[in-house]
């Protein structure tokens, strides 16, 4: 297993341990901050894996089903954790988690309909932002989990500080995930078609939009 891959089997390990930790009440708010801390760890890893596998030419089938396997249960997990304590407040956050699940099951269906005809689906611009942007909006709530804990003046202005640029954030992450749906399915709507054009073809051209996304 090369180094790229190793870093996303990393990340899935982070997120049980990263759940762990924010749930253990029975060291808060200090299991909100180490949960907080794994959080950003795991998304480095992201960060690195993929940039690793292209740069050194380690990019395999393998990596390809790790790699979004660990995005995926990492921001899912991680804003699973802060909707279902209400640091989100209710109804946002169980509509933004809804909005994130069913865009992961529409682009996990557009890639298996795309594998199944020999066509790779190249990740798209407003899917990278939308990773961003949980990268950040996530460990911001998970840290406000525990910061809120605190009381005193500093920490009320502090908290709510936080609280308002983390939600605006937050809010953006929603649209951008919004827009990565109609994205990637208007930008892929060809392997739907019954008559596909040659694969290469096709192919080529994903690539070049790729690359002028970059």
């Given at each position: 297993?090369n180094?790229?891959n ?14 762990f930790?924010?749930?253990?009440t ?34 395999t ?8 396997t ?11 954790l ?7 407040p ?24 795309a ?36 009381t005193?003046a ?12 983390a ?22 709507k ?25």
């Amino acid at each position: 297993m090369n180094l790229p891959n190793k870093l996303s089997v990393v990340r899935i390990v982070l997120v049980p341990v990263m759940m762990f930790f924010y749930l253990a009440t029975f060291i808060d708010p200090w299991g909100k901050f180490v949960a907080c801390a794994i959080f950003i760890v795991a998304a480095i890893t992201d960060l690195l894996d993929g940039k690793i596998a292209r740069k050194t030419g380690q990019v395999t089938d393998l990596g390809k089903l790790l790699d979004p396997t660990a995005d995926r249960l990492l921001y899912n997990c991680g804003l699973l954790l802060v909707v279902a304590d209400q640091t989100i407040p209710m109804p946002y956050g169980v509509i933004a988690l809804a909005i994130l699940l069913f865009r992961d099951f529409i682009i996990s269906g557009i890639r298996q309909v795309a594998a199944s005809k020999g066509v790779v689906v190249a990740a798209v611009l407003s899917g990278k932002i939308k990773a961003i942007l949980h990268y950040i909006q996530i460990p911001m709530f998970i840290f406000y989990a525990g910061s809120s804990l605190f009381t005193g003046a500093f920490w009320d202005v502090f908290n709510q500080v936080l609280f308002i640029a983390a939600f605006v954030v937050f809010a953006m992450a929603t649209l951008v995930t919004i827009w990565s749906i109609f994205d990637y399915s208007y930008k892929n709507k060809f392997v739907f078609q019954e008559n596909n054009t040659k694969k290469e073809e096709v192919n080529s051209q994903k690539e070049k939009d790729s690359n002028e996304e970059k």
